[in-house]
């Protein structure tokens, strides 16, 4: 059975659930409760991407979209694929549907990070056709 991506229209405890399974596979940061999820899945300029194989959640991804005086932006977060079904395509999948939304959203570019020792997503990035910017990323832990 193919892949099903959409967009999560409703916070539930199977999503809970499956993104407390799939989080550890990419970050030590603590789960969203219900909660959490629910604010993300309301807000306008926020997209939960969610890929199901057989009916079971196995992979996520998070589109956000906004607007600033230079351009309307779209920045791709948490891509995450189960373990267990990597390599099925299902992570091109979940960004080449967030892509298409971020154009519908009339952005005309997209960003994301990608840590060097995910090589596999780092390939696939740079197959769908991102390309590393010579910038500085910074970060200031609140």
Request: hydrophobic share 50%; aromatic share 4%.
């Amino acid at each position: 059975m193919p892949v099903s991506i959409d967009v999560a229209a409703e916070a539930s405890v199977d999503l809970v659930e499956a993104i407390a399974r799939l989080l550890p596979q990419l970050s030590s940061s603590a789960p969203p409760d219900l909660a959490v999820l629910a604010g993300i899945i309301a807000d306008p300029d926020c997209a939960l991407f969610v890929a199901r194989l057989d009916g079971a959640i196995v992979g996520c991804l998070t589109l956000v979209t906004f607007r600033t005086p230079s351009a309307m932006k779209a920045w791709i977060e948490d891509v995450i694929v189960d373990d267990e079904v990597r390599g099925q395509g299902i992570g091109e999948a979940l960004n080449r549907a967030a892509i298409a939304r971020a154009a519908e959203r009339g952005a005309d570019k997209v960003d994301l990070t990608s840590r060097p020792e995910r090589e596999a997503a780092n390939r696939l990035y740079r197959r769908l056709g991102f390309v590393e910017r010579d910038t500085n990323v910074y970060r200031l832990k609140l």
